[in-house]
């Protein structure tokens, strides 16, 4: 059986058509996009919010478990659950319930509650450190992680992998140029308003090379690597056999830190991906679905660590420490946080994600097998990721290169019209407790006959 192809025009043509089908279909959706186009730039709360590839914004009426409506009235099976906030479903119950029964006792009151000392032991329990902090995103775990790693260690520089995420924190947003391996590092070029040189104290090599993780290492110059275990924000980068390892024996080599940033890979498993390791990070970062999806985010240390951070904060003079803001650990998140760890986020809710999940990876696959597409599937615990390469790619690097926006743009939208919905930004699937046979059946009804159409 011969690779069809796939023509450009083949593309604009179904993107076109669709584009038109979603807009007749959401009158609505078109109203209110003309209202806020009045008042938001770029039309929407957040820039990002227009980055979906729809002719306007879809307007969301309600979610629930695995589905949202829209304002004219369609509903959808979301396989982007908020791109992982609302990973144990919308509005889950036992989170609702906290919520609704704590809304009438206080927000904030830059003091812990009953509840800190719960979640506390449970993400002890869960991840194996010890020692926790809060913050409200991701983005700031990981900046508070990077400044303590660095007041700690008393080293200015950070590794990371090429084509890495990690929120808006800046001292990650370095790149190698895809053309020429050799050429130094460079401040992502999309970035706004960067005026620092990041490349100065951020260094970056590709993922699953050891060699080059243990060159720069050997310096003894890095406060710690930041990684996901599994790159999951350019496509899938999957760990090969013994990289982490290699990973953590080479920073044990050079006492340099390893941070897992957890907060996509927590769909791994129970305990992210570091519950599928034989060894702990010093550092773990996790945010979005921890606390059922409302603003909370979390990292953790081994108890090395922490005795560090509490000499540096005493070593320090009185002030600001710049880490930390005010509704951090706030009254109301650390409730859900307790109740989404204790009730929600179970070892139960997990395997049956994962059984889910592997169901939609599987029929993907079997898809792309009966078309043969040059495209692979690959499932982490929750999460896949369906790529325009015909292997997993290996690092950065390749998955950049599998990367295909007007392609990614037509199928969304063809998915979208049929009442599917997977992340925007490349082609990644979540499924959450309430995620059902029939969700993914349509689903992929929908994407099988999208690829007989685009293979015409
Ligand atoms: C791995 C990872 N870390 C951190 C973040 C930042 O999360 P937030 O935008 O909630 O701050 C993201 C966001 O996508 C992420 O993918």
């Known amino acids: 059986m011969t690779t069809p192809t796939i023509s450009r025009d083949r593309i604009k043509t179904i993107a076109q058509r669709e584009a038109a089908a979603f807009l007749a279909a959401r009158p609505k959706s078109k109203e209110l996009a003309e209202q806020t186009e009045q008042h938001y730039l770029f039309g929407v709360p957040l820039h990002w919010m227009a980055d979906w590839g729809t002719p306007v914004p879809l307007f969301v009426e309600r979610a629930q478990g695995a589905h949202f409506t829209c304002v004219d009235g369609h509903s ?93 924190i800046d001292d ?62 350019c496509g899938m980068v999957m760990p090969a056999d013994g990289f982490l390892k290699q990973l953590r024996d080479a920073c044990n080599e050079t006492d340099t830190l390893l941070v897992f940033d957890e907060t996509h890979t927590i769909s791994a498993g129970y305990a992210g991906y570091t519950g599928l390791c034989d060894f702990l990070p010093d550092m773990i970062v996790a945010g979005k679905a921890i606390a059922g999806g409302l603003p909370c985010a979390v990292y953790g240390m081994s108890a090395e660590v922490a005795a560090k951070m509490r000499a540096a904060k005493e070593a320090a003079p009185p002030g600001h420490s710049g880490i930390g803001t005010t509704l951090s650990g706030n009254m109301i998140t650390m409730s859900l946080l307790a109740t989404n760890l204790t009730e929600v986020a179970t070892k139960e809710a997990f395997e049956q994600i994962i059984a889910q999940q592997s169901k939609l990876s599987d029929g993907l696959r079997a898809v792309i097998a009966r078309y043969n597409l040059p495209w692979n599937v690959t499932q982490l615990g929750a999460r896949s990721e369906f790529q325009f390469c015909p292997e997993s790619p290996k690092n950065g690097k390749e998955a950049e290169a599998a990367m295909d926006a007007e392609l990614e743009q037509a199928v969304h939208l063809y998915l979208l019209n049929r009442g599917v919905m997977i992340t925007p930004f490349h082609n990644m699937t979540l499924v959450c407790p309430d995620t059902s046979d029939a969700d993914i059946e349509k689903f992929l009804t929908a994407f099988e006959s999208c690829v007989k159409e685009l293979i015409i």
């Open 172 to 233: 990650v947003f370095v790149d190698l140029d895809p053309n020429n391996p050799d050429a130094p590092p460079t401040t992502r070029a999309s970035l706004l308003g960067q005026v620092y040189d990041l490349t100065q104290y951020s260094d970056v090599v590709e993922f699953n090379d050891i060699d080059a993780v243990r060159a720069k290492l050997v310096s003894k110059e890095f406060a710690c690597v930041l990684t996901e275990p599994a790159l999951t924000n």
């Open 76 to 168: 959808y099976s979301d396989f982007c659950l908020g791109d992982t906030g609302a990973m144990f479903g919308h509005s889950p119950a036992a989170v609702a319930a906290k919520l609704a029964e704590k809304s009438t006792e206080g927000y904030t009151a830059m003091l812990p509650t009953a509840a800190a000392a719960v979640a506390g032991k449970a993400l002890t329990e869960r991840f194996g450190l010890p020692f926790w902090q809060l913050a409200t995103t991701a983005t700031d775990a990981n900046r508070f992680v990077v400044r303590w790693a660095r007041a700690i260690t008393q080293r200015k520089k950070i590794l990371v992998f090429n084509g890495c995420y990690h929120g808006t």
